[in-house]
């Protein structure tokens, strides 16, 4: 696996062999130091429609944040940290089937389809910030 300095300098010199590609090149330098440090990548463009997504038809019965308990709250902000079932299970203090039944009712609650749907309600009802890149 490349250092993040060895992954600068390919980027550096594939830059320089292709012409003027600055841009380009910060933001790729960018995205790997962001993935480095946080584990993930958003563009400005992608922070931008994640914070003002609307939902369609569907998303339009996500409820009000004060219809999820504090516990689902809880391991709705830790889903959002990458944790694991059994991650947050450990921090919790419960069990991976616990937290596995709390994820389910909350997906219930707000009518999400998937993980990502949490994700997408978290952000959107201000429960999660993503981090500053």
């Not at 980027?11 to 590609?21: D, E, L, V």
């Not at 369609?56 to 999820?68: G, T």
Request: proline share 1%.
């Amino acid at each position: 696996m490349l250092s993040i300095e060895e992954c600068k300098l390919a980027i550096n010199k594939w830059g320089k062999s292709r012409g003027n590609f600055e841009e380009v090149k910060k933001q790729i330098i960018s995205a790997v130091e962001s993935v480095h440090e946080y584990g993930i990548y958003f563009t400005k463009v992608d922070q931008e429609i994640l914070v003002n997504y609307k939902g369609d038809s569907k998303r339009s019965i996500f409820i009000n944040n004060e219809d999820l308990s504090k516990r689902e709250i809880e391991v709705l902000k830790l889903i959002c940290d990458e944790y694991t079932s059994q991650e947050i299970a450990d921090k919790l203090f419960i069990s991976k089937r616990t937290v596995d039944a709390h994820r389910q009712k909350v997906i219930d609650k707000i009518g999400a389809k998937n993980t990502v749907g949490l994700v997408v309600y978290a952000i959107t009802n201000k429960l999660y910030t993503l981090p500053d890149f």
